[in-house]
């Protein structure tokens, strides 16, 4: 800092470099989410800006309505400026003539209340708001701020899925779009979907050089695959700017993976990562994200967490709503006469193996809050770690359970 406020007056140093010279020279060093790991930092480069100058906004022959490229629209990020998010947006505002709508830097993420969000949304009178699940979930106890986002042209979200109740309130009344990308391939533009289909991200392989690998039942992996001097000048209408990240690869996996839309080409649904999928001591492999959306719908539940890599059986880790939002009774009740009939229901055509046992649920408690990253998104391992007494008591009584059960025999 006490080189940054210095006044001393420093020399001159023009940068001479021609962009042939200086396509792969640093300019931005970010670091990652933290999502799929220990953050670490991601370097872009004079090319990665270039490409940004290049994106042409949206004109309406290409879509209908606006995007969060569309020019002279005021677009607010809740994303941190050191993050891809924040600076999409400032580069946006930079190279594509919109105005940037940034939060005050001081406030975490995850501190952001909804009268201060409502009151930026409000002041700033925006267009678009480009935000996190977990902030659009601050809307469902707060009707101000519900009115106050369906007034806005289009809600962009990023960094996770939308949860399903939060989802039907907006999804009628303003225009959901949800948008994919990362740190290291900055972002994967998609062409205007459905209202009805905000949660799949419409690509198009001839245009990204994407292609969908499936390496589950009913679950494609994004791979990145470098296109051929030809195929980009004359077929990709999109950057590969993974290529720009790690400039040594031909083909990038990216671990995240996706479901095919059941009637709509090119339209897919992002289903988790390759490494959420808990892979069972019985040698299956249970893919949990579609099962913790479908347990989250119910009014009581904040989040489901699936768990148990190399166990025999699946663990759930259940985190309700504040006891303000629960009926009276324990969460302990709660679970017996309103939540396991749900987690049944919700279980049904589902393979024996990945189905929870009533004694395999572990209750999160209030003094031992969920980790999240700064996009609200649960950190699976972290949050295994900080239960793994609770998770482990529950093997311990299956264990004993089968043990007697088989003398019993």
């Not at 494609?220 to 695959?225: I, K, R």
């Not at 990038?252 to 999928?277: C, I, M, Q």
Request: glycine content about 6%; overall charge negative.
């Amino acid at each position: 800092m006490d080189e940054l406020m210095n006044e001393t007056a420093v020399k001159r140093f023009p940068y001479l470099k021609t962009y042939a010279e200086g396509a792969s020279d640093p300019v931005l060093i970010l670091h990652t989410s933290g999502s799929t790991g220990f953050p670490k930092p991601v370097t872009w480069t004079n090319a990665h800006l270039v490409c940004m100058a290049f994106m042409k906004p949206s004109s309406p022959s290409e879509t209908p309505g606006p995007t969060t490229q569309s020019e002279r629209m005021r677009v607010f990020t809740s994303s941190a400026i050191y993050h891809v998010g924040g600076m999409l947006i400032l580069s946006t505002a930079i190279y594509l003539n919109i105005t940037a709508v940034l939060p005050p830097l001081h406030i975490p993420t995850l501190q952001i209340t909804a009268s201060e969000l409502e009151s930026w949304l409000s002041m700033a009178n925006c267009d678009i708001a480009t935000l996190f699940p977990s902030q659009l979930s601050l809307a469902q106890d707060s009707s101000s701020l519900l009115d106050e986002i369906c007034k806005l042209k289009l809600v962009s979200y990023i960094g996770a899925p939308l949860p399903p109740r939060i989802a039907g309130l907006l999804r009628k009344r303003v225009h959901l779009v949800t948008e994919f990308g990362s740190t290291e391939l900055v972002r994967v533009r998609g062409q205007p979907t459905d209202p009805e289909d905000h949660q799949y991200i419409h690509v198009k392989v001839s245009q990204t050089g994407i292609q969908w690998r499936e390496t589950l039942p009913g679950r494609y992996e994004m791979v990145h695959v470098r296109a051929t001097p030809g195929q980009a000048e004359n077929e990709l209408l999109q950057p590969q700017y993974i290529f720009m990240t790690y400039p040594d690869l031909q083909e990038y996996s990216s671990g995240d993976l996706f479901s095919k839309h059941p009637t709509k080409p090119d339209h897919w649904k992002y289903e988790g990562r390759t490494d959420d999928s808990v892979v069972l001591s019985i040698g299956q492999n249970v893919i949990p994200k579609a099962y913790e959306e479908r347990l989250e719908r119910h009014a009581a539940v904040r989040s489901a967490t699936v768990l148990g890599n190399d166990r025999p059986c699946v663990c759930l880790l259940l985190e309700l709503e504040p006891e303000k939002d629960r009926r009276d009774g324990t969460p302990g009740e709660m679970l017996d006469q309103e939540i396991w009939p749900a987690i049944q229901r919700a279980s049904e055509g589902m393979r024996t193996y990945e189905q929870v046992q009533r004694s395999m649920i572990v209750l999160a408690r209030p003094e031992k809050p969920i980790p999240r990253n700064f996009k609200g998104a649960v950190k699976r391992g972290e949050a295994w770690e900080l239960y793994q007494t609770e998770i482990e008591a529950c093997y311990a009584r299956l264990s004993d359970s089968s043990a007697s059960n088989t003398k019993s025999c």
